[in-house]
């Protein structure tokens, strides 16, 4: 199974972008989705998660601009990304754990200029 992430690219700041996560096949006993972050230099953070039974959970940075979203029939997570800021420039990873094991995509960069 490889999770195809797309949707990003460069934005001005206060703009939007909607970052997809799809599998490449089903995955079954899905228990959460998250979308992650790494910027240059830093370590990999945790951007917001769903979980099976749609609870989500977002880092505090984000928090009232990004909203995720997913479908565990599809195996698809999105991420919607509004009023973007500088300081969001990094590439966003998806990961889908499941009972048996943990998909990762290959990233997607995203850059916010000022």
């Known amino acids: 199974v490889q999770l195809v992430e797309s949707g990003g690219g460069l934005v001005q700041a206060g703009g939007s972008l909607r970052l997809s996560c799809a599998a490449s096949e089903s995955i079954f006993s899905i228990s959460v989705m998250t979308w992650f972050r790494q910027a240059p230099g830093k370590q990999r953070e945790l951007v917001a998660t769903i979980t099976r039974s749609g609870t989500t959970n977002y880092a505090d940075s984000v928090k009232g601009r990004f909203t995720i979203s997913g479908d565990n029939a599809k195996a698809t997570v999105d991420l919607q990304m509004n009023s973007l800021k500088p300081e969001d420039t990094a590439v966003y990873y998806c990961?889908?754990?499941?009972?048996?094991?943990?998909?990762w995509g290959q990233g997607t960069q995203v850059t916010v200029s000022s």
């Open positions: 990961r889908i754990a499941a009972a048996r094991h943990v998909y």
